[in-house]
């Protein structure tokens, strides 16, 4: 059994280490060993600064800065990962995005894989294949690049023939767009960039191209949508615990760009989490017979116990030592019994009446009610002795002292006898010198 615990427990540890680094991270594509390499990784309404946990490729660097301010006057930091990795692999690795003063913003858990050789030499151009499913906006939306292709127009050497042969990758995974959040109602582009080696020599280039987007007009007062602004203070549970929205802050939109921070009146689609890993919860904030949504992903992790294992007491062991109300339930006047498994305590509520028997308090309860079976917390259970019609101590002792006294008794026995034999044996010869 403590050797089940023991694994259980470290299944749960590696899913805790591992699972939110790798399974969840965000994946970095694009960058080879020895090609310069260079793409905005993040963008993030808020933050102004940053603190990074983990370790980015050798050879590279992250870096940071604020570029604009929205409509609602939130800083708009671009995290950047930028160098010419010398070594292939995967890293993993978490930024914390912060606020002037500190505070946490969000943190995020990123993973690249540097590749041994490139599959191109440099680019040429980038063209946007197939816009985003999402082309239609109200004013302070973040852009959504669902459905979005972007594809390259590179060149790969031929040793063969010694000439760059051109050929089209796809690289939406590469790419990055500026405006993410949107500040204006009126038509525009959003801007595609991919930052890639533009000669033979490996120099980089930003390549851009664009889509187009236009937006919906609201009532100015009418929410258009919600988003979550800050995540409940806490994010990691037990299974089976609640879930607990305290510190959270959603951010409702408006039709006139502006925007209303509320910290309550919402609800969650979770009460009670079940499930091992990272679950997804969606939050909902009904206005004015509308119902709006966000949702944010808290983790789970495996309970494991550290009490050490106590063998329950058999069906007769308990009759024969339990009192006759231990199956009674514990009232709030008893003293915390919870280290001690399985103790009788009668309720108040069943207690018998003073006919049938009187009433103590447990301190003057008499010593024959305290059951036989009770190991106290930190005591190892094999230390007591057995209750399950083991001899006690005491026992053995007796039985040894018996056994040594019937051996000697039988010690004397033979001896005894032996000296009648001699003494018979005596006789006899006296006998027959007498003849």
């Given amino acids: 059994m403590k050797k089940r615990l023991f694994c259980t427990f470290l299944a749960a540890l590696m899913i805790v280490l591992i699972l939110p680094v790798q399974a969840f991270a965000a994946n970095i594509k694009g960058a080879y060993v020895n090609q310069n390499f260079e793409t905005v990784i993040d963008t993030v309404v808020g933050a102004t600064k940053f603190a990074k946990g983990g370790n980015v490729p050798e050879g590279m660097k992250l870096s940071g800065s604020w570029s604009y301010k929205n409509t609602y006057g939130d800083y708009v930091f671009k995290a950047t990962l930028s160098g010419k990795p010398t070594t292939a692999g995967t890293y993993n690795f978490s930024v914390d995005y912060l606020k002037d003063d500190g505070t946490l913003v969000e943190r995020r858990n990123y993973s690249i894989t540097i590749g041994e050789k490139a599959p191109y030499d440099f ?37 063969k023939e010694d000439v760059f042969e051109p050929k089209e990758v796809d690289v939406t995974d590469q790419v990055w767009v500026e405006p993410s959040v949107f500040t204006s109602d009126e038509a525009q582009n959003v801007n595609i960039y991919l930052k890639a080696p533009c000669d033979q020599q490996g120099n980089l280039d930003v390549f851009e191209s664009h889509f187009r987007v236009t937006f919906k007009y609201a009532n100015p007062e009418d929410i258009t949508r919600i988003e979550i602004y800050k995540k409940p203070t806490k994010l990691t549970y037990t299974v089976g615990e609640n879930l607990d929205l305290s510190g959270m802050t959603i951010r409702a939109h408006k039709g006139n760009g502006s925007a209303e921070d509320i910290t309550s009146g919402f609800t969650a689609d979770v009460t009670k989490l079940d499930t091992v890993g990272t679950e997804t919860v969606t939050v909902s904030y009904v206005k004015n017979n509308s119902t709006f949504t966000a949702t944010f992903d808290v983790t789970v992790k495996e309970a494991v116990s550290s009490e050490p294992e106590v063998q329950e007491p058999s069906s007769s062991a ?31 509520s069943e207690a018998p009446s003073e006919s049938e028997a009187p009433v103590t308090s447990e301190s003057e309860a008499p010593s024959e009610s305290e059951p036989d079976d009770i190991v106290v917390m930190g005591q190892d259970p094999a230390d007591k002795d057995d209750d399950k019609g083991g001899i006690p101590f005491w026992v053995w002792i007796i039985i040894a002292l018996l056994v040594i006294l019937i051996g000697a008794a039988v010690a004397l026995f033979l001896i005894g006898r032996k000296r009648l034999d001699d003494d018979d044996y005596d006789d006899d010869d006296d006998d027959d010198y007498d003849d």
């Fill in 123 to 159: 680019v040429h151009s980038i063209n946007v294949d197939k816009w985003p499913n999402k082309t239609e906006y109200y004013l302070g939306d973040t852009v959504d690049l669902t459905g979005m292709k972007v594809s390259a127009w590179v060149y790969i050497y031929n040793e």
């Fill in 318 to 348: 308990s009759t024969s030592s339990a009192p006759e109300t231990s199956s009674q339930p514990e009232t709030s006047s008893q003293p915390e019994t919870s280290s001690e498994p399985d103790e009788p305590v009668t309720s108040e």
